[in-house]
């Protein structure tokens, strides 16, 4: 059965801080994996998807690392700014379903 | 630019009754998904249809009905509320199951007293 873990479930990081999330999946048998944002009562926004046959994707500051022999992904975003406090969920698309993370709460402050 | 609507937003239940919740997506996705979220637990998949007159059971199915009604619409049934299914429920659609990037409504809070 698939797993995902994502470290750390909660981060505070200072404005202007570059910062790593991590995403760890236990079946390298994907398809793709993809990073969503969700702000409080509200929906999930996707963000990046990597398929299983890329290494990386990027949009603006942020830049999603997938190994799947490793069973990881990263999300790295740099620059943080207040406006990106949310909580980040990483998924894997495995046998036509995605399975989530519980995801990384972010606050970045002032 | 609709992408997926869900209706209703908000809904309390009492125990016992029954309700559909009703989604719709206007991007001409094949494949659409019916989640629940609880605090600790994650998304969980309850019911996925991959195309248009299918259906397939996801993690947490149980005390839940689905109907795939067009290629548009894919409704969530409780049949007989109880109060472990207050959660918030999300539904999504992708253009192809396990390839393309999937999109989320806004989300039911649903109550069950």
């Known amino acids: 059965k698939q797993e995902v873990t994502q470290i750390p479930a909660a981060l505070s990081v200072p404005e202007g801080e570059n910062l790593v999330l991590n995403c760890s999946f236990t079946d390298s048998a994907i398809y793709n994996l993809q990073w969503f944002r969700q702000d409080p009562g509200k929906g999930l926004t996707s963000l990046l998807l990597?398929?299983?046959?890329?290494r990386e994707q990027t949009s603006g500051r942020l830049n999603a690392s997938l190994d799947k022999s490793s069973g990881r992904s990263t999300l790295y975003i740099a620059a943080s700014q207040p406006g990106d406090s949310a909580t980040y969920l990483c998924?894997?698309?495995?046998?036509?379903?995605?399975?989530f993370g519980t995801g990384t709460r972010l606050q970045v402050f002032p | 630019n609709a992408g997926v609507t869900q209706t209703p937003k908000f809904q309390v239940l009492k125990t016992g009754q029954s309700m559909t919740l009703q989604c719709a997506q206007d991007?001409?996705?094949?494949?659409m998904y019916w989640y629940r979220q609880d605090p600790g637990m994650g998304l969980r998949l309850i019911y996925y249809s991959a195309s248009e007159g299918t259906t397939d059971k996801g993690e947490v199915p149980n005390g839940y009905n689905v109907s795939r009604l067009n290629k548009r619409e894919f409704s969530l049934r409780l049949e007989s509320a109880a109060p472990s299914q207050t959660s918030v429920y999300f539904c999504?659609?992708?253009?192809?199951?396990?390839?393309?990037?999937?999109?989320f409504g806004q989300g039911t809070r649903l109550t069950v007293v």
């Open positions: 991007m001409n996705h094949n494949s």
């Open positions: 990597i398929q299983s046959s890329q």
């Open positions: 998924a894997v698309d495995n046998t036509d379903k995605l399975i």
């Open positions: 999504a659609s992708s253009e192809v199951t396990g390839l393309t990037e999937a999109f």
